[in-house]
């Protein structure tokens, strides 16, 4: 029983890395039409940055945290004004080819910087496992979900309470009343970009830990983040977060009671099979397209 | 007054052929690797243009179907099938698995068989490796027996060059064909517009998973072509980089035209020379020339002398030019 | 009427969310005829366009054409049908040429299917040939024989529309279903899709038209029927809708809807 407690506990842990990708994918691409390959590589970014920022400069933890996001932040602005902006008027397929030109030399610019090694992130709150009730947890994964938590409670009151988030959920929804009424959608776009890219850095600092951090984790992670995007729905907030736990817990099931070896491949057939079965997601009820 | 553009075209192809039917005798032998590993692409390319160019959807995977075809052809040639049998089971068996994925994916939106395409590559690539029992694991699998066609044997560089450039002019011809079919005018019909397209009866989703089908062959029997060149795979050549190389190949030729993959096929293998130079800088340039031309040349590079003209006649100051097929 | 009526509605009803779109609709079209359907926006017109070619669902009721009921066809089997329609934006398929877009027509109906055109057999080109000798015939019909090589997304928008009837009329339509024909167009496009609609009516062809154009309306149908709030309020022939109270007070609020339509 123990056990089982500690493997919800884990995939929970790695789902909370989960869902805040697929926040910033389904953000995106609520409010941008946007679908982002190059999210995934938010999250390869965040956890450089904060390898860089806490283990070789040796700065202290929340402050590689400030950075880690202020730089996401910094670069998904620069990322959105050069190859994004101009093609909002284009077909949305030809963003998503940018996308994953933007992708390419992300990856490959952290390929050059770093070498294709495993880079090990030290535990937050000491490796000490803690003993609660018969059940052993490590105090990293309480940690991560709870950050996770927190990064998402202030998202929502983000959303919900200040006017730049307000603003943000008028374009999501109509982006042609939202600048009749004198907000500036590019602008908005423009945070919107920002924002999901520290969410998925924020991902990365919180993940790091909890495995190695190279410079190809972006790619398969980013799936992940649309898998769980698609199986809430997407463009759905909660969908989004729904989706990261349970794939978490999903994964972390099949790794212990299938196969480690094709637990990825396994994923995938999840993926085939939500949008097989319902590919609106869980949360999304079927919104037609007006003629 | 205006020469009618078909007869460019024509010469140029004519050129063209004739550049292609005469290159091998006039370079180095082992640079004639290159060039076939061109037409190889060229084939797989063009099967990627034929579906996205048409139905403005993205597979992210082709490499894997590549791999797939080139592992079955190995896996059959090395067991004894005769090579014309592999080629064609190979193109078979990627499409079935394009079937698998194409099934539920393109009901739905575009962007779905995308993530799925790409979900799929990454998964095969996990399957290429560790599936030691088939495909030999990472070091992958050897001793591919040559090409043989009744009494030919292709096992020289200058014998395979033209049996490959033989089998892409081919593909490319069907190709042509295909576009002025019904098939075609349907299928860019859904690219244009699906709603009005189905009110005329057009059964979008079929023609899309056709169309899926036809690059998801290409893509094998490319792969095919591929084992028999070097006989020797390994996973390492079908991974998710090499789907956004062909990815890139195809959207750089242009997606809108059947010439599209070739061009961009060709565009790649000359250039790789000068890009291998650059070791891992390569594919920055690949991400930023993707860029570059998604932003400026959206249509690619078939679309240059087009685009070029417009520009021209707009710095003399005419209006613009209907143009009359 | 019944007797002759092509396609038939029996008790259509539909909600969206809490509200009702359509309410027991049921209406007759008559073969060969032209029918309208007037009502004012967001009467439900084209909410029951939608249910009627499956684009939408109805929640209660059967649509039948030429006695088969139709509940069970996705849109694309519509065209084989013969019920073909067009809709109120303007859906071109803006980069293939004029002649192309009405070639379209002819996908499913090809006597040589899918492939027809691939392999270049003697038969294969006789009915290639065929089809685009029929589709010049349409751009003519439509007027628009002399820009048959341009392409469709650089001509005007009226012609666009006009472009979409040709279209349709490829595909061998038993009847026509059109969703404001006129709608976004100057007098001038204006008239010029009437008398085409006039042409066609003529040439035997049933035609459902929506549309918001009284004068457009009352000179072509043959039979009207007015929606609103998702139920018919009134039906008949043009000149006794014009004097129908209930009708005049549903437009109530908008003054000389009579002269200013169009």
Request: proline share 3%; glycine share 10%; charged share 15%.
């Amino acid at each position: 029983m123990e056990t089982v407690i500690q493997q919800i506990i884990f995939g929970l842990t790695v789902g909370a890395t989960y869902a805040l990708v697929a926040l910033g994918f389904s953000m995106q691409f609520r409010a941008m039409n946007l679908l982002n390959f190059a999210h995934g590589e938010s999250f390869m970014m965040g956890a450089f940055i904060g390898l860089f920022s806490h283990v070789f400069l040796k700065l202290p933890l929340l402050l590689s945290w400030g950075i880690t996001m202020a730089a996401c932040g910094l670069i998904g602005i620069i990322i959105e004004r050069i190859a994004i902006r101009p093609l909002y008027k284009a077909p949305p397929l030809n963003l998503f080819i940018c996308s994953i030109g933007i992708a390419m030399i992300l990856r490959q610019i952290s390929n050059i910087l770093t070498g294709a090694v495993s880079y090990k992130f030290p535990a937050t709150l000491g490796e000490a496992p803690v003993h609660l009730g018969g059940i052993t947890i490590v105090p990293e994964q309480l940690w991560v979900i709870g950050m996770a938590l927190l990064l998402m409670f202030a998202f929502e009151q983000f959303l919900k309470k200040t006017r730049t988030g307000k603003a943000m959920r008028a374009v999501a929804q109509d982006p042609y009343t939202a600048s009749l009424m004198g907000i500036s959608v590019l602008r908005m776009k423009s945070i919107v970009y920002a924002v999901s890219t520290m969410l998925g850095g924020a991902a990365g600092i919180l993940y790091a830990p909890l495995a190695y951090v190279t410079f190809d984790m972006g790619l398969w992670n980013g799936i992940k983040g649309f898998i769980c995007a698609i199986v809430g729905g997407i463009g759905s907030i909660p969908g989004a977060i729904l989706g990261g736990f349970l794939l978490g817990l999903i994964e972390q099931f099949n790794s212990s009671y299938i196969t480690s070896l094709y637990k990825d491949v396994i994923s995938f057939f999840i993926l085939i099979i939500v949008i097989a079965v319902r590919p609106k997601g869980l949360l999304i009820r079927s919104k037609r397209e007006k003629v | 007054m205006m020469i009618p553009r078909f007869q460019w075209k024509s010469l140029a192809v004519l050129v063209f052929c004739l550049i292609l039917a005469l290159l091998p005798w006039t370079i180095n032998p082992f640079r004639v690797r290159v060039f076939i590993l061109g037409g190889i692409y060229a084939i797989a390319t063009t099967g990627l243009t034929l579906f996205m160019g048409f139905t403005g959807q993205i597979s992210i995977g082709q490499a894997a179907f590549f791999g797939i075809g080139a592992y079955t052809s190995a896996i059959l040639s090395k067991v004894g099938f005769p090579f014309v049998f592999s080629f064609f089971a190979s193109g078979l068996v990627a499409a079935a698995c394009g079937l698998i994925i194409g099934f539920p994916c393109l009901r739905a939106r575009t962007f779905y068989l995308a993530m799925a395409t790409l979900a799929f590559g990454l998964s095969m690539t996990i399957i290429f490796k560790n599936w030691t029992s088939l495909t030999g694991g990472v070091s992958g699998t050897g001793g591919i027996p040559a090409a043989g066609i009744g009494p030919f044997l292709f096992d020289g560089f200058i014998s395979y060059y033209y049996l490959v450039w033989i089998i892409a002019a081919i593909v490319l011809f069907f190709a042509y064909r295909l576009t002025r079919s019904y098939l075609g005018m349907g299928l860019r019909a859904i690219g244009e517009n699906e709603v009005a397209a189905e009110s005329l009866g057009v059964k979008s989703y079929l023609f899309r998973l056709i169309s899926f089908l036809i690059c998801s062959f290409l893509g094998g029997i490319a792969g095919s072509l591929y084992a028999h060149l070097d006989r020797v795979i390994a996973p390492e050549n079908f991974t998710s980089e090499e789907s956004i190389i062909f990815l890139s190949m195809a959207v750089i030729g242009g997606l809108k035209s059947i010439y599209g993959g070739l061009i961009g096929a060709i565009v790649f293998t000359l250039i790789g020379e000068q890009l291998r130079s650059l070791d891992r800088a390569q594919v920055i340039v690949v991400g930023g020339l993707l860029v570059f031309l998604v932003i400026f040349l959206p249509r690619g590079l078939v679309s240059f002398p087009e685009k070029m003209e417009k520009l021209v006649s707009k710095l003399r100051g005419e209006t613009s030019v209907q143009k009359i097929p | 009427m019944e007797e002759v009526a092509l396609l038939k509605t029996e008790n259509i009803s539909k909600s969206f969310g809490g509200v009702m779109a359509l309410k027991n609709v049921t209406l007759g079209i008559e073969k060969d005829k032209v029918t309208a359907l007037i009502g004012p926006n967001g009467a439900g017109k084209t909410t029951l366009f939608n249910v009627i070619t499956k684009m939408d669902s109805a929640d209660s009721g059967k649509i039948l054409f030429d006695g088969h009921d139709l509940s069970r066809l996705k849109p694309y089997d519509f065209a084989k049908l013969g019920i073909l329609r067009t809709y109120q934006r303007s859906m071109p398929f803006g980069e293939m040429t004029l002649l192309e877009n009405v070639l379209c027509g002819g996908i499913p109906a090809s006597a040589v299917g899918w492939l027809g055109g691939f392999f270049r057999t003697k038969k294969a080109m006789r009915v290639l040939e065929r089809d685009r000798q029929k589709a010049v015939e349409l751009l003519q019909l439509v007027g628009l024989f002399e820009k048959q090589g341009m392409l469709a997304q650089n001509i005007a928008y009226g012609e666009q529309r006009l472009l979409e009837v040709a279209r349709a009329l490829a595909c061998n339509p038993k009847i026509l279903l059109l969703d404001e024909p006129v709608a976004g167009m100057n007098p001038e496009e204006s008239l010029e899709m009437a008398k085409l609609i006039q042409r066609i009516s003529k040439i035997g062809l049933t035609i459902f038209v929506i549309e918001h154009n009284l004068d457009v309306v009352m000179n072509l149908s043959d039979m009207i029927y007015v929606l609103n709030h998702g139920e018919i309020i009134a039906q008949g022939e043009p000149n006794e809708i014009q004097s129908n109270e209930k009708v005049i007070e549903a437009y109530l609020g908008r003054k000389g809807i009579w002269r200013a339509a169009g």
